[in-house]
């Protein structure tokens, strides 16, 4: 009777376990960082209002003093125009293109979008994309030399 007993506690705790690993290294963010186009160094900059085209999300204002941004991709279309306004009124953009893809972890974790295949264009000097593929590693995604 111990025995049964002894086995029924333990089946009870090893179908309450969950082997399974949700953790994933996709992400929305993109991270930018602004760079001196002359000593090639992170730089430091402000806007009045960063924002994307298209939403009333404020993601940055004159507060914000910093040479890296994290700006959100949006998960329902190919690409996502950031406005960048200056202290002086002119607006500089960003336009940030991927490939959406859907990838399934398990059964039990369920589905995650990848974005991959990044570009960009911008109004800005000139502009580097480092990364092809957003992900949780906080490493620059795309650098803006200004």
């Not at 939403?55 to 910093?66: A, R, V």
């Not at 992900?135 to 200004?146: A, E, G, H, P, V």
Request: one cysteine or more.
């Amino acid at each position: 009777m111990r025995f049964l007993m002894d086995g029924w506690i333990i089946l009870s705790i090893l179908s309450g376990c969950d082997d399974t690993d949700c953790t994933t290294t996709s992400t929305s963010d993109i991270i930018i960082a602004f760079y001196d186009q002359d000593s090639l160094y992170e730089k430091p900059v402000s806007f009045d209002i960063v924002t994307a085209m298209g939403t009333d999300s404020l993601f940055y204002d004159q507060d914000d003093i910093s040479s890296t941004f994290i700006l959100p991709a949006f998960p329902a279309t190919d690409s996502t125009v950031f406005l960048f306004q200056n202290h002086s009124g002119s607006i500089d953009t960003l336009v940030v293109g991927y490939k959406r893809s859907v990838q399934l972890i398990s059964e039990t974790c369920g589905f995650v979008q990848i974005y991959s295949e990044l570009s960009a264009s911008t109004t800005f000097p000139d502009v580097d994309v480092v990364s092809n593929e957003l992900d949780s590693n906080d490493d620059i995604d795309i650098k803006i030399f200004i």
